[in-house]
């Protein structure tokens, strides 16, 4: 069966470290997107992606990149983990026939110290 | 304003109710309306998908969206523990843009 697999599922990490959460999906989805979850603030986009080479910034993208080299995947960086940066990333794909059904992961849970 | 607006609750009621939730949204471009469930630490999950205005209905679950108003609903009827879950409203206009979500009302039904 397709799938959205993210990894680690949980890390912990400290403050200046660069970090890479993983996102590998087999639906062969033209469209990823990574967001970030928090009380109070819902889902926000970071970072998304339309195709291979293609990446744009989203709501809150400032301290993270991106990258898209193939289309199964979609690596979120984070340059030098803050303590603002502790949260719940998922990540999702869609295809881009029918955007509006976004497939999420089960998420990673990331701690900065 | 934020381009949509959803109270986040909490909101608890007994097995059985009717559950209405709602979002408001300022942006007139929007033509796609979808509620997402998200259980306790999973990811969401598409329950509902509207284009444009009108009612649709699937089992349990009704999804409403009134243009005019800019406004959607989701009803939920005779609701069941099983439905406890953060519900997130999310929308798009045409083309392959990303969704906007609501920041998600958490429901509990209560046994």
């Known amino acids: 069966d397709a799938e959205i697999t993210q990894s680690p599922r949980h890390k912990i990490t400290e403050t200046g470290r660069q970090v890479t959460l993983a996102c590998h999906q087999t639906?062969?989805?033209?469209?990823m997107f990574w967001y970030r979850q928090d009380l109070g603030h819902g889902l926000r986009l970071i970072h998304y992606?339309?195709?291979?080479?293609?990446?744009n910034k989203g709501e809150v993208s400032d301290g993270y990149s991106v990258s898209r080299s193939n289309t199964e995947d979609l690596p979120l960086t984070l340059e030098s983990a803050a303590s603002s940066q502790t949260s719940v990333y998922f990540c999702?794909?869609?295809?881009?026939?029918?955007?509006?059904?976004?497939?999420f992961g089960p998420g990673t849970r990331l701690t900065v110290t | 304003q934020k381009e949509v607006e959803q109270d986040p609750g909490p909101l608890s009621v007994p097995e059985g109710a009717i559950v209405s939730l709602n979002c408001t949204y300022s942006?007139?471009?929007?033509?796609?309306f979808m509620w997402y469930r998200q259980y306790s630490r999973k990811g969401p999950e598409l329950l509902m998908y509207?284009?444009?205005?009108g009612n649709k209905e699937d089992g349990r679950f009704t999804a409403q969206v009134d243009k005019s108003s800019k406004y959607i609903s989701l009803f939920i009827r005779d609701s069941q523990p099983s439905d406890s879950a953060t519900y997130l409203c999310?929308?798009?206009?045409?083309?392959?843009?990303?969704?906007?979500f609501g920041k998600g009302t958490r429901l509990s039904v209560i046994a």
């Open positions: 999702a794909s869609s295809a881009s026939t029918s955007s509006y059904e976004q497939y």
């Open positions: 639906w062969n989805h033209n469209n």
């Open positions: 992606s339309y195709g291979v080479q293609d990446t």
């Open positions: 942006n007139s471009a929007f033509q796609y």
């Open positions: 509207t284009y444009s205005s």
């Open positions: 999310a929308m798009r206009n045409q083309g392959n843009t990303p969704l906007v």
